[in-house]
Structure formats: structure tokens, C-alpha cells
């Protein structure tokens, strides 16, 4: 439990706190069926979805928004029921990246982008799975951060042992409003349960993704055992693998980290680097 209680620290250490989040000058909103999904356009060139971690918000992104919008075009998008984007069903707290990921291709759909490169950070990165298994043809180079292919043991056990008091700390300081910082920690809470099947993603479903995969883990990870990652970057057929020294669940969102995250994201975005180096 003590060893707990400080990867925990650890990890809160890392959090910015952006307070109540407001619509930036270049956000704009895509309306899903009647669910307001908010989003930051930014830059031109190539397009770079970035899809932020559970409880976060687009504004997580703003390190790098900057030198990425130098060579990209940025999309970094709040998730649904996050931030500036709508709750998808208010009383239903089973979170699905399936539908997100509807969301997500809905919204490039209207924005007419056929292919684009992502970058996705936890739950961000579980719904680039959902992506590239839907349209594999969409996608040309993606990065997760502390994703998973399924919701481990130890994870629910983890989150079992944060409760919801932690999961609503998490939405505070991640500037979630009060109706979202509940409607969260209900959707974490629930998420405990082993009957949950989002997300789980066999070898086929992974055999079938085309784009280039950079798996990235922090080997201080509390949540995704090194073990998982090493199992999505074995089932993605292109992809390598980067495991973090000292880095935690979300190391792009240490500030120490964050010159060579900048440095090995733009590098394998680019095509810099190939499966035989």
C-alpha cells in the first residue's frame, strides 16, 4: 500500500492544473447527432490528431502545440464527456471508446481528412486501437502513451484501491466542471468491473492495423504493466517499442521528459525512422 501511495504522488506530481476550461480562440465544435464534441485546429500541413487521457483535456497538448503546428496541422480534441465536449449519455457511466471512436472519424469525416497521423495518451491511445481496427487505411503513424490493448487485473485492482475520492481529484485538477468531475469518477469507478469488455483487442484485431505503431511506456507505469505494452507492440505488425527510464503512466506529461518526447515523436512522425534501424 505504501509503495502505492507513492507512484501515486509520483503521478499527481506531473498534473497542471488549467483550472475551468474555456473555448480558445482557434476551438471549434462538431456536433455528433446532438453531442457537442470541442475541438482545437491548429497549423497546417499534414494532419496530427492528438487524443488526451481520461480525465484531461485538450489544453494537455499546449507544450507541444507550438513546434508540432510548425509541421503539422493540429487537431487535438477533448474527449466526450471532458472539458468543453458534451456528456454522450448522462446516466449511463459505461465510458465506450467504440463510440468515441465514431466521434473521431465523424469529425475527420467533415474536417475531409482522409489520412492522418495521431498521437493518443491512455484512454486516448485505446481509441486510436478502436481507429485503426475500424479504418485501417486512415491512419499512417500513430504513438500511444501508456496505452493498453485490455483492461489488465492489476488495473482494476489499482483503481479499486484509488475509489472515486482520488478519481475526483484527478477531474479537479484537470479542470473538469462539477458535473463532469462526477459523471468521471462514476465512469473510472465503474471500470473496475471485470465483466467490462472495452477495451480487449485479440492478436487478429491487432494483425489488422497498418499504420506505423510507436508503442510508448513508462517503465514507473502504475497502471499498464510493462508486460501489456510489450503485448500490443509484439501484435501490431509495424510497430516499435519505447520504454521510458523513470517514466510514469504518462511520461510526455513530465515536464523532464518533455524535450525528448518533442525530439522522438517528431523523428518517428517524420518517417525518420524505419523497421530495420
Do not use: C
Amino acid at each position: 500500500m505504501r509503495q502505492l501511495a507513492i507512484l501515486i504522488l509520483v503521478f499527481i506530481a506531473t498534473l497542471t492544473s488549467y483550472g475551468q476550461v474555456t473555448v480558445n480562440p482557434n476551438g471549434k465544435f462538431f456536433n455528433y447527432n446532438g453531442t457537442k464534441i470541442y475541438y482545437e485546429d491548429t497549423g497546417s500541413g499534414e494532419p496530427l490528431l492528438l487524443l488526451h487521457n481520461f480525465f484531461n483535456t485538450a489544453d494537455s497538448w499546449e507544450p507541444y502545440i507550438a513546434p508540432y503546428s510548425k509541421q503539422y496541422r493540429t487537431i487535438a480534441v477533448d474527449m466526450m464527456g471532458h472539458g468543453r465536449s458534451d456528456i454522450y449519455k448522462i446516466d449511463d457511466f459505461d465510458f465506450d471508446h467504440g463510440v468515441y471512436a465514431k466521434m473521431i472519424l465523424a469529425l475527420l469525416d467533415s474536417l475531409g481528412l482522409d489520412q492522418v497521423k495521431a498521437i493518443g495518451a491512455s484512454s486516448g491511445g485505446t481509441t486510436l486501437l478502436y481507429l485503426n481496427t475500424m479504418q485501417p487505411d486512415r491512419f499512417k503513424s500513430v504513438i500511444t502513451v501508456g496505452g493498453h490493448i485490455y483492461y489488465s487485473t492489476h488495473a482494476r485492482e489499482m483503481q479499486a484501491k484509488l475509489g472515486m475520492d482520488q478519481a475526483r481529484k484527478w477531474a479537479v485538477n484537470w479542470g473538469q466542471n462539477p458535473e463532469k468531475q462526477e459523471y468521471l469518477a462514476q465512469a473510472f469507478w465503474q471500470d473496475r468491473n471485470p465483466s467490462d469488455a472495452d477495451p480487449y483487442f485479440t492478436p487478429d484485431k491487432l494483425n489488422t492495423i497498418k499504420a506505423k505503431w510507436l508503442v510508448v511506456l513508462g517503465d514507473n507505469d502504475f497502471v499498464i504493466p510493462l508486460e501489456l505494452g510489450i503485448e500490443m507492440y509484439k501484435g501490431i505488425p509495424n510497430s516499435r517499442l519505447w520504454i521510458v527510464p523513470n517514466g510514469n503512466h504518462l511520461p510526455h506529461l513530465e515536464p523532464e521528459i518533455q524535450p525528448e518526447f518533442l525530439r522522438v515523436s517528431l523523428e518517428f512522425l517524420g518517417d525518420k525512422w524505419n523497421t530495420n534501424d
